[in-house]
């Protein structure tokens, strides 16, 4: 959202000259921008608590978590949907409230459940039926018992990629509602008195486009709960639609408007609620990740070897690639690129932009106009905020990059760079 070039013809994000950052912090470096950071979450968390009074917006930690990003959610009161210990203890330490966590994970370990219970977390969403008789046993003799979403997989494609579609039937997530996994699960808590279920949760996949996926999600819980309120007195107390909303990566592609997302999710809640006699004060959870913070990142790479192989095809390699963004690799992620210290240079050809680890594979860019490079240049891809960091690897023993925060003119580090050291700490050598 502060993306401009400055009078140097450089890019310039929060005030702050991206030259100079990479100058002071070195490359690759991730640049977060305070700004969209908060606007991003405030317009999806207004968009649905203006509509649904009684929503909550959970952060997915998932797309990148720490300690100053658990202090900004805190402040601006979302919640937080977590997967692991390491997620809980950035929460613990930020003094999150409990009540706006969510547990989550498709192979919750004993440790992972028990110290969601430890701290207080409220709510499990049970993604397998046999972590049932685990919480139960672990949440015995608990003042409070736990509050259980089952994880549906009702059977829909939201048209995603393979790796990005997790409601299909088969998929590894969530209780199946066709074949009677999900009931087989709700009757298997109401076994345990320790237990209760309070809601339904859906996630289908990320980078959804068709919004109208997420709608027959929906409406395939809202008949679940309809049928299991006739039949076992079950009060839906919760609605969790996950996330996944779709991010523009290219100029081709566009966002979902989180406002017209909210609309159509928060009218499809109202009609189905009342077609089906169903109470109206169930609480909406939402849970992006990307929607929230792909865009408020800038990763920036120093452009090295420069190869012509043939009159259509340049590889530029960067110092960077896919040891800290592993989408194009895993999954063919497409990303756009500007040259950040010559900002509106006219583009001359296409490049390659190779990463420089050691797979063919670890190409960021197969094909992208841009103005002639030159060993030195700066390269600014957008849309780094989401998962990348928190899938960074140290393959080829490569440190994994700093990361900072740009705001009115200031840069602030938010994790240094690795070293050496750091990547060799955990090896032991007891010959
Ligand atoms: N909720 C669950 C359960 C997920 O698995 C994910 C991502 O995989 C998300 C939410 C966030 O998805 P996105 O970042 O696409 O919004």
Redesign the pocket.
């Known amino acids: 959202m502060t993306a401009a070039a400055n009078a140097a013809d450089h890019l310039e994000l929060g005030g702050c000259d991206t030259v100079e950052l990479a100058r002071e912090f070195g490359t690759p470096l991730y640049v977060f921008d305070e700004v969209t950071l908060r606007a991003q979450a405030r317009r999806a968390r207004d968009a649905f608590e203006t509509r649904w009074n009684n929503s909550t917006l959970l952060y997915?930690t998932?797309?990148y978590f720490s300690p100053f990003l658990a202090d900004l959610y805190r402040d601006l009161e979302l919640g937080l949907?977590v997967t692991s210990e390491g997620e809980l203890e950035i929460a613990r330490r930020a003094d999150f409230d409990p009540a706006r966590i969510y547990l989550?994970g498709n192979n919750k370990t004993h440790a992972e459940i028990r110290c969601a219970l430890e701290m207080n977390v409220e709510h499990i969403v049970v993604d397998n039926p046999d972590e049932i008789p685990i919480i139960a046993a672990l949440a015995h003799g608990l003042a409070r018992s736990p509050r259980l979403l089952i994880r549906l997989s009702p059977d829909i494609d939201p048209h995603t990629h393979r790796y990005l579609t997790?409601g299909v039937a088969d998929s590894k997530f969530g209780l199946g509602v066709a074949n009677g996994e999900a009931e087989r699960g709700y009757r298997a808590i109401a076994r345990h008195s320790n237990l209760q279920v309070v809601g339904l949760h859906l996630?289908i996949g990320?980078?959804i486009f068709e919004v109208q996926a997420i709608v027959h999600a929906l409406e395939r819980a809202l008949d679940l709960a309809a049928d299991w309120r006739d039949r076992f007195g079950f009060e839906l107390q919760e609605l969790d639609i996950?996330?996944?909303?779709g991010v523009a990566y290219t100029p081709e592609q566009q966002s979902i408007p989180v406002d017209d997302l909210a609309e159509n999710l928060c009218a499809a809640l109202r009609a189905g609620l009342d077609t089906r006699a169903l109470s109206p004060k169930v609480k909406l959870l939402l849970?992006?990740?990307?929607?929230l913070i792909a865009r408020a990142a800038v990763s920036l790479y120093r452009v090295g070897s420069i190869k012509t192989i043939s009159a259509e095809r340049t590889y530029a390699s960067v110092d960077g690639g896919m040891g800290d963004n592993i989408r194009p690799a895993l999954y063919g992620a497409r990303y756009t690129a500007r040259l950040a210290n010559t900002f509106n240079a006219p583009t001359a050809r296409a490049y390659a932009i190779a990463g420089r680890y050691c797979e063919q594979g670890d190409v960021l860019i197969d094909s992208i106009k841009l103005p002639t490079l030159e060993r030195g240049d700066l390269l600014a891809l957008p849309n780094a905020g989401?998962y990348q960091l928190p899938m960074a690897s140290n393959y080829n023993l490569i440190p994994r990059p700093a990361v900072v925060l740009v705001r009115a003119g200031q840069a602030r580090l938010l994790r240094r760079r690795e070293t050496i050291d750091d990547m060799l700490a955990c090896d032991l050598n007891p010959a």
């Open positions: 997915a998932k797309a949907d989550h997790t996630h990320s980078q996950g996330g996944g909303w849970e992006p990740g990307r929607a989401a």
